[in-house]
């Protein structure tokens, strides 16, 4: 996950924090949203790839709303109208924008910089109390949808998008954190739940702390040599191919964090694996060689074993169709099957989860015959981003 980074982090229990009442002698300070990122353990996924390290954020964008938590009808607000009812969208930006502000990662900065600046999204105080905000954030990889696909009403917050296969998924609504919690007495925790997250909790450096969920399901492929002759031959893959649902609404912000995340809807079609660059898989690139036979020791040959590069990113499920295009040939030429498609069943006891990364391994006696077991491990969070209210640069931990 991406740790708290503040740069005050450190030296919070020696810091002055005030109490509730002192925080209204300091409503002409101006405090900035500033948008950072700090080390990962978790991950994300692509159209640029599974993310599961803080490189992977390099050049990619997400997007950031906020509205006011006690306004009614606050999601149907724009902030370029009302920044009392919504602090952070894209509205400023484009005005026909619907989506959330972008803010993207370079190589070098821990921060996350916002694609358009702008000097008055401060933290607002009316009449000497601060007004508190939820934040949301989610991630589309590289899918732009456009204006039209957007659905904001008075407390939610809706997009209509379409899958390829390659693209993570993600969102996220900000919560405090225990790491924030912990350097404040009963009593002053007490006042920054109450005020998470606006000007009050930006003073005790406390940042709105996004903690990402992955929405699709991760499929991982290996090739496993069950391919038995006393000749020479090898069956070489082709492609290979999944049936997904691909079209979904995406929740990205509502009054009810549990609502985040996908809907499918509609019916299946079929997501080829695709290199990282989004091209074809090589057609030879995959050649599964066989083992002579051994009837005193047949199942303690070595059996030749490839990872396979590409992977999927699909929509859960129950089970999975598994195409395969296969040839199979001896070494002297002799073809036995000639780039043959066939449908293998992926099913796991309990379904395929969102979030969870599925190791598929296929073991493959022939061109026509293979076997497919599935493992399955944490995927992980797509890790914790932080939305700074401090202009200087937070060390990272």
């Known amino acids: 996950m991406f740790l708290l980074t503040p740069l005050l982090m450190g030296c919070l229990d020696d810091s002055y924090r005030g109490t509730p009442d002192s925080l209204y002698g300091y409503g002409s300070q101006e405090i ?8 990962p353990t978790g991950g994300i996924a ?4 599974v993310i599961e390290n803080v490189g992977n954020w390099t050049g990619k964008h997400i997007y950031v709303y906020a509205f006011n ?16 009812r919504c602090l952070v969208d894209g509205s400023n930006d484009n005005p026909n924008s619907r989506a959330g502000k972008k803010a993207y990662l370079t190589a070098d900065d821990a921060y996350a910089k916002w694609a358009v600046e702008e000097e008055d999204m401060l933290y607002p105080v009316s009449e000497g109390t601060p007004l508190s905000y939820d934040f949301f954030a989610y991630y589309l990889d590289d899918i732009d949808p456009p204006y039209t696909s957007y659905n904001r009403t008075e407390n939610s917050i809706s997009v209509d998008i379409e899958i390829d296969g390659s693209q993570d998924i993600m969102s996220s609504k900000a919560e405090l954190t225990d790491e924030q919690l912990k350097a404040f007495t009963e009593k002053d925790k007490v006042s920054v739940l109450e005020n998470a997250f606006s000007f009050y909790t930006a003073q005790r ?21 069950d391919l038995v002759s006393e000749e020479p031959k090898t069956v070489t893959v082709h492609a290979m191919s999944v049936e997904s649902q691909t079209k979904a609404t995406f929740v990205v912000a509502d009054r009810d964090g549990a609502r985040l995340g996908l809907t499918f809807r509609g019916g299946l079609r079929e997501l080829p694996l695709r290199q990282k660059d989004g091209t074809d898989m090589p057609d030879d690139k995959y ?18 074993t490839i990872r396979m590069d590409e992977g999927l990113l699909v929509a859960p499920a129950q089970a999975y169709d598994l195409y395969m295009v296969m040839t199979e040939k001896y070494d002297n030429g002799k073809v036995v099957i000639e780039r043959q498609k066939s449908l293998i069943d992926i099913t796991y006891p309990k379904g395929f989860v ?20 599935v493992d399955v491990e944490p995927w992980g969070t797509g890790g914790k981003l932080d939305v700074d209210t401090e202009s200087d640069k937070p060390d990272i931990e």
């Open 46 to 49: 692509k159209g640029s790839g």
């Open 32 to 39: 900035p949203v500033v948008v950072a990122l700090g080390d």
């Open 69 to 84: 938590k006690e306004a009614e009808n606050a999601f149907s607000f724009y902030s370029y109208a009302r920044r009392d």
């Open 287 to 304: 050649v599964i060689h066989s083992t002579s036979w051994d009837p005193e020791g047949a199942e303690d040959y070595d059996r030749e």
């Open 354 to 373: 969102a979030g969870n990364k599925y190791k598929v391994k296929l073991v493959i006696k022939g061109a026509i015959n293979v076997l497919a077991y």
């Open 205 to 225: 450096n406390i940042a709105p702390t996004f903690m990402f969920k992955h929405h699709l399901v991760n499929l991982e492929f290996e090739l496993v040599s």
